[in-house]
T-cell receptor, first 111, second 115 residues
Framework: GQQVMQIPQYQHVQEGEDFTTYCNSS?????IQWYKQRPGGHPVFLIQ?????EVKKQKRLTFQFGEAKKNSSLHITATQTTDVGTYFC???????????FGPGTRLSVLP | DTGVSQDPRHKITKRGQNVTFRCDPI?????LYWYRQTLGQGPEFLTY????????KSRLLSDRFSAERPKGSFSTLEIQRTEQGDSAMYLC?????????????FGPGTRLTVT
């Protein structure tokens, strides 16, 4: 079945440093979504990417969808303490209807 | 508050008992998802409804689990003969759309502890 992996599992950065998490799927995805989950909270939708090679920006966050639609990345510029949380990618392959979430990357930001 | 509510927020039960959880999605959302999340892991898809129709069910889902959405509004998830391995956060999400994708709004979850 479809598998979604994320690296790194954990990332500790100093406030102001950049951060990137990578998402890789074993199958081609019809779209990919990114979610953020704060400690003790529930996942909150950040963005959805649909087109091959698509790049979207939200303030300090940049999202990319790979040309082959099997990988994606999230880059945060100049991290802030409010960026703390776990970032999940989630995708549905071209054959299924169910979303598969990656295991997440937990980001810690030291002030 | 996303507008998706779940009840109860916490449930402690003894092994072998049945439990039922309820999810009330955002009213105009036609799609409803159930996920299970354990500590340090991403949400694991369980099942999904479009209106009242259950369109997909994870192959990993034991037959002890059943979900309904009788009128296309709220949904219930029942776990029969609970096991300690069922202890997890059960998340419900809803979205609007007719195909794969769409922003999912998650509820606060129901934390199940099986003793």
């Amino acid at each position: 079945g479809q598998q979604v992996m994320q690296i790194p599992q954990y990332q500790h950065v100093q406030e102001g440093e950049d951060f990137t998490t990578y998402c890789n799927s074993s199958t081609t995805l019809s779209n990919i979504q990114w979610y953020k989950q704060r400690p003790g909270g529930h996942p909150v939708f950040l963005i959805q990417l649909v087109k091959s090679g698509e790049v979207k920006k939200q303030k300090r966050l940049t999202f990319q969808f790979g040309e082959a639609k099997k990988n994606s990345s999230l880059h945060i510029t100049a991290t802030q303490t409010t960026d703390v949380g776990t970032y999940f990618c989630a995708g549905v392959d071209n054959y299924g209807q169910n979303f598969v979430f990656g295991p997440g990357t937990r980001l810690s930001v030291l002030p | 508050d996303t507008g998706v509510s779940q009840d109860p927020r916490h449930k402690i039960t003894k092994r072998g008992q049945n439990v039922t959880f309820r999810c009330d999605p955002i009213s105009e959302h036609n799609r409803l998802y159930w996920y299970r999340q354990t500590l340090g892991q991403g949400p694991e898809f369980l099942t999904y409804f479009q209106n009242e129709a259950q369109l997909e069910k994870s192959r990993l889902l034991s037959d002890r689990f059943s979900a309904e959405r009788p009128k296309g509004s709220f949904s219930t998830l029942e776990i029969q003969r609970t096991e300690q391995g069922d202890s997890a956060m059960y998340l419900c999400a809803s979205s609007l759309g007719s195909g794969p994708g769409g922003e999912q709004y998650f509820g606060p979850g129901t934390r199940l502890t099986v003793t």
